[in-house]
């Protein structure tokens, strides 16, 4: 079936960091690819989507290029603000499936 | 906009316990999902349905039921709560189940069995 891989569980960052954040995936055809994070006490909310090959989506200076060549959407930011700790769950949706989501990662960002 | 109401916020139960979780939505929308969070687990689907009467399994299905009676409401039940089990169940729901389509989630139901 389809799913998606978040390689870092955690990541650890100062303010005015570079931020990476790696997702890949795997599924038949062209699914639609999606970044939500979630704040403390809050449930997950959408960051952007992307639906067709070398597709970048962004939003609040974090952005992702969708690439099918080798099936990954890693998310980016030039420079984090501690505003930015949260989890971010990469995820795909195919065929009219429900939704599949990664592991998620937790970012902290220290000022 | 709209919201999704879960309740309880928390639900504290006995081992072999059946336990329900209530899910509303006033979006109008037609498909409603159950996913539950883990910590380094990330979100795994429970259950979903696209419309009222309508259930579809996810991938960790086993231990639950899940009833949507209404449009505006989707329920999960735990059938037998397990020992030492600790989990947020989330709620959410979609227009439709396109490929493209966000998915609103509430605030979530965080569930300790002792």
Known sequence: GDSVTQTEGQVALSEEDFLTIHCNYSASGYPTLFWYVQYPGEGPQLLFRASRDKEKGSSRGFEATYDKGTTSFHLRKASVQESDSAVYYCALSNNNNAPRFGAGTKLSVKP | ?114
């Open chain 2, 1 to 114: 906009g709209g919201i999704i109401t879960q309740t309880p916020k928390f639900l504290i139960g006995q081992e072999g316990q059946k336990l329900t979780l209530k899910c509303q939505q006033n979006f109008n929308h037609d498909t409603m999902y159950w996913y539950r969070q883990d910590s380094g687990k990330g979100l795994r689907l429970i259950y979903y349905s696209i419309t009222e009467n309508d259930l579809q399994k996810g991938d960790l299905s086993e231990g639950y039921d899940a009833s949507r009676e209404k449009k505006s409401s989707f329920s999960l039940t735990v059938t037998s709560a397990q020992k030492n089990e600790m989990a947020v169940f989330l709620c959410a729901s979609s227009k439709d189940r396109g490929r493209g389509t966000e998915v609103f989630f509430g605030k979530g139901t965080r569930l300790t069995v002792v």
